[in-house]
């Protein structure tokens, strides 16, 4: 008697926890209309190729804007600190074999000068 009104119980809370669930689920949720919702699994839902084909693309490009966002956050962050953004000019060094090789072409060009001068 016991045993039989416990499971008489159990099954009526079963049948009712599943009609709600099966009514929770049939909403779209806040934002997406039933419109969509049907129209994007015709399109990409029926198949298992779609769907696979959806997932990868959507890898592909979360994947490109994640990398985008990062790598500005990382320029913006070390910005003069990576060899693309350091001011090499600050650091020329003239040696000195640069400038004897000045000193000597100055000296080839009077020279080429004056020779012209006597002509």
Do not use: C
Not at 75 to 81: D, L, P
């Amino acid at each position: 008697m016991i045993t039989t009104a416990f499971r008489s119980s159990l099954r009526s809370g079963m049948r009712r926890a599943a009609t709600t669930q099966s009514y929770r689920s049939a909403t779209s949720g806040p934002g997406l209309s039933p419109n969509f919702l049907s129209s994007w699994y015709n399109m990409f839902g029926k198949s298992n190729a779609a769907y696979i084909t959806w997932i990868v693309a959507g890898v592909i490009v979360a994947e490109g804007i994640t990398g985008f966002g990062i790598n500005t956050v990382w320029a913006s962050v070390n910005k003069g600190r990576t060899f693309d953004t350091v001011d090499w000019s600050k650091f020329v060094v003239e040696d000195e074999d640069e400038e004897e090789e000045e000193e000597e072409e100055e000296e080839e060009e009077e020279e080429e000068e004056e020779e012209e001068e006597e002509e």
